[in-house]
């Protein structure tokens, strides 16, 4: 499986966005005004959209693209995120679907799904039919009138910019957090509190009812389908989306391509937020080395050394092969390391999507196992054991992969003991490395919903089920961060005991769904991890 995050700008050059690129080629192209309304003061924006191995086998299970736009504002020098103009949520009527964009005789028939926020768009197959999905001319409105931009503006002056990410839906249903075998449990990981005590080894089936779980440090919470969660003796908390209820989720993890294409979309105020080194200057030192001098983990986003004056936005790009020239083998697919919480916050904002939670991340990676079934240690791809993922192959191309083979293949996390040595297991592989037309789930190491990398590579933030988790209100991002380039969506965690890492922190046995671990003393505001990283998700269809 393929995979591309695209981005084209309209106004300057059109632009290939190489960031969540490349496991299922997601290509947007051809974007551009189709027609202008002046009496309405709206405008049809028109693209064509394609990626392979997309795939839908009921209405409970498909995967999709979030298309999201943004548009540059001349007064404030900043790009803001664009509010589509839908005059309903499922297949809008001013909207149009475009046409079978190939001859390969099957169905590429699509619904669109714009939230009710309209702050971006789910295309996704409308028949059960698998394969690759290319749709030209898919027409869109946007009420620029309403931001009192001026006819001519929007014709000639005005920038916009198209971004894509691939995602998957979870359904709504129950499904359990925490694993055991009657002996033993994952570290840290949930079980049942029955009758004033702990109940050790065992999971916890999330349904409609409300339960009462624990944690190893015999911390006690009540959670339930409906509401959400919150601490043993207080009201559920509505904010904090347990999982139960349907989301949608990304299907791999950010990678530095997006990431790069999240950065040159900010002003240079808003830029100096979002790198560790300091950017403030005309002559940037650490232009190679922006995320760790000793150690760069495959992390490969670079800027200009000279001639970045000290007002205007940087531009930066990644270089894999350390040509200082932004190439289409630079690693564009290898997933975001090195990333603060509030970058990944940031990242969710700007995206207009949120982030997960800790159970959200163990229903996406399981699927709707039972406590009773559930295995001690169990892996996204529904076994207990993984084939170590480390002689890659194409290093930082497209179709980067590894030589080793077999079920359950995933990259392992290794820090080196020095922080300058050098070791090949250093650093996440491309995503979806591990996928092609062939590969069974557990071959690739998949989820059960399609979902890439949950059980090693990086390890991921989530929202924490925890003793602030009543302060949490995980409403979706908005899209546009404050002046200082920082997330400012009200009730996102702002501390470090409201955020845990899920999906990978060493040896197999902390690759488990169930795993709860992580970096134990570190800033919020300022800690980045070689072995870090995270994905977004999206609240489902409420219709």
Known sequence: ??????????????????????????????????????????????????????????DNS????????????????????????????????????????????????????????????????????????????IDIIWDYGVLGISDVDARHVIRLKIFGLEMVYVPEGPFCIGDGDGTGE???????????????????????????????????YKVDGDGGASKLGMPINAGFPVG?????????????????????????????????????????????????????ARNNIKCPEYGNGTLYEIKFFLDYNDDLIADSDDGQGIPMNYISAPDLLAFCQWAALRPMTETEFEKGARGNVTAANVKKGDLAWGTTTGTDAVTIVNAGKF??????????????????????????????????????????????????????????NLAEYTVCLGQYVGDINLVEGDGNLDDDGKPS?????????????????????????????????WDFKTSRFMHVGGRAARNGKRT
């Open 62 to 137: 498909y995967d999709c693209a979030w298309i999201f736009l943004k548009w540059y504002n001349y007064g404030t020098q900043k790009w803001v995120h664009l509010k589509l103009d839908a005059d309903r949520e499922i297949d809008p009527l001013t909207f149009s679907k475009g046409f079978d964009g190939d001859s390969d005789g099957e169905s590429d028939d699509i619904k669109i799904y714009v939230p009710v926020d309209m702050n971006g768009m789910f295309i996704y197959r409308s028949s059960n039919v698998s394969g690759t999905l290319d749709r030209d001319h």
């Open 1 to 58: 499986m393929k995979k591309n995050v695209i981005c084209v700008i309209l106004g300057v050059v059109l632009i290939l966005a190489m960031s969540d690129a490349y496991p299922n080629n997601l290509e947007i192209t051809s974007f551009g005004i189709e027609s202008q309304d002046e009496t309405a003061h709206k405008m049809t924006l028109r693209f064509d959209i394609r990626w392979e191995n997309s795939w839908r086998e009921s």
């Open 186 to 220: 994952s570290t840290k990981a949930f079980h049942p509190y029955e009758d004033g005590a702990a109940v050790p080894s065992r999971a916890v089936d999330i349904t409609q009812d409300e339960v009462q779980v624990t944690t190893t440090e015999g911390n006690v």
């Open 399 to 456: 179709n980067e992969t590894v030589l080793e083979s077999g079920n359950g293949l995933y990259r392992p996390i290794y820090v080196p003991s020095e922080p300058w040595a050098s070791d090949p297991r250093v650093g996440p592989l491309r995503i979806g490395f591990g996928a092609n037309d062939t590969t069974t789930r557990v071959e690739a190491g998949a989820s059960c919903y399609g979902a890439f990398e949950m059980s090693g």
């Open 489 to 521: 969506m009200l009730g996102w965690p702002t501390m470090r005991e409201q955020i845990l890492v899920k999906g990978a922190d060493g040896d197999i046995s902390k690759q488990a769904v169930s795993y709860r671990g992580g970096v134990s003393i």
């Open 244 to 296: 139960y209820s349907s989301f949608y989720m990304m299907k791999y993890e950010l990678t530095q391509g997006m990431y790069v294409e999240l950065l040159n979309t900010l002003n240079r105020r808003q830029q100096i937020s979002r790198v560790p080194v300091d950017i403030s200057e005309d002559h940037i030192e650490e232009y190679q080395y922006l995320w760790d001098y000793f150690q760069s």
